[in-house]
């Protein structure tokens, strides 16, 4: 197969890992002609890092004519509004999570790539990694039974620290613990047990702003307001009948993750689908905690691959795994959960998703093509 060129549109912290991978383990599927950003230098400094040819701005990107996939690594607020921009240019578009920040906007990208007959994909693609995907072979091969529930759990510390450049995004819709750390847990789920069919939650804040702690940060002792809920809990009904619940936060300190799914026969614990490799575990009846090697390749640090599943993509005619309609049924999974605090009831859902087709057993190590 040829190498589909990539164009990135900004170069901000998570770019690194993403240049660093489709540069790298994955470049035998893309080849990154060019990056973005509205600070130019900052363009030019990740160019240099990783050899990327072009320094273009954001509309000789889009005019391209040889680039067929933009990456879409802007702040929340700017995903709908880029992804649309893309899709009018005539490219696939891949973005980071959140996918948008209402439905509406969701909802006109998809209709818009669909009639244009493009791709669009979204973050989090830690589910095609080895971790993940060793317990949906698990699963599916009826290692714990029937799955009838789940638990997960993230607890992470504010951004009161003041330290990552963009730590007011955070503390806004978008960065909340739901939509910014949520779509790995949500995703996981889906691709574990299927869609979601109805919601429920609170959704809390224990302050209304945050005072800069750290003296390194420039914003030291500044007063930030927190915009955002940010200590939710949700239960989650599955149409397959499974019920999971989900504790999400980022009130105090820490990094507290946790995953399992309970069934019949077992209790399979996930490894962080933050990451893409992990320990996987089942606790068998007889009480016995076994470990289970990895069935799939991608242990390490993976993100690219959806972006490299959808080149695969493109070229095969195949449906993408990290695809836009999954993340849109994410996106549908946490408003419903705000929705649900708000209105004190049961939300749901409109949306559904097949799961994800697994990775076959056998996949080279770098290889997505299958």
């Not at 510390?157 to 978008?174: E, I, Q, S």
């Amino acid at each position: 197969m040829r190498k589909v060129k990539v164009g990135v549109i900004g170069t901000g912290m998570i770019s690194t890992v993403y240049l660093k991978n489709l540069t790298g383990m994955l470049d035998h599927i893309v080849e990154v002609k060019a990056v973005a950003d509205m600070v130019p230098e900052l363009a030019q400094k990740k160019a240099d890092e990783f050899g990327v040819p072009n320094v273009y701005t954001v509309e000789e990107l889009l005019a391209d004519p040889e680039i067929e996939i933009v990456l879409n690594l802007t702040a929340p607020a700017a995903h709908a509004p880029l992804n649309l921009r893309a899709l009018e240019a005539g490219k696939h578009v891949y973005t980071e999570k959140p996918f948008a920040l209402n439905r509406e906007d969701a909802d006109e990208v998809l209709a818009l790539a669909e009639s244009k007959n493009l791709l669009v994909g979204c973050a989090p693609d830690t589910f095609l990694g080895a971790g993940i995907q060793t317990c949906v072979k698990l699963i599916n091969d009826g290692w714990i039974g029937t799955p009838y529930g789940a638990s997960a759990t993230i607890i992470m510390g504010n951004a009161a620290g003041g330290m990552h450049p963009n730590f007011r995004n955070f503390l806004k819709l978008g960065g909340d613990p739901i939509m910014d750390m949520g779509p790995y847990y949500l995703t996981a789920l889906i691709a574990l047990l299927g869609p979601v069919q109805r919601v429920t939650g609170s959704a809390r804040q224990l302050q209304q702003e945050v005072v800069v702690a750290n003296p390194k940060s420039p914003a030291f002792g500044q007063t930030v307001p927190v915009e955002a809920p940010t200590n939710v809990s949700a239960v989650l009904d599955f149409h397959s009948g499974a019920v999971a619940t989900l504790q999400a936060a980022k009130e105090a300190f820490g990094y507290s993750p946790r995953l399992e799914v309970y069934g019949t026969e077992g209790i399979l614990y996930v490894p962080d689908p933050n990451f893409f490799g992990g320990a996987v575990s089942i606790q068998f009846p007889n009480g016995q905690t076994k470990e289970i090697p990895h069935s799939h390749p991608y242990a390490e640090e993976g993100r690219g691959m959806g972006v490299a599943d959808m080149a695969y993509a493109i070229q095969s005619g195949r449906p993408n795994r990290a695809s836009g309609e999954l993340a849109r049924h994410v996106l549908d999974i946490s408003l419903g959960i705000f929705e649900a605090s708000q209105q004190e009831r049961h939300i749901h859902l409109e949306s559904t998703v097949e799961r994800p087709a697994p990775l076959p057993l056998g996949l080279k190590y770098n290889m997505l093509d299958l």
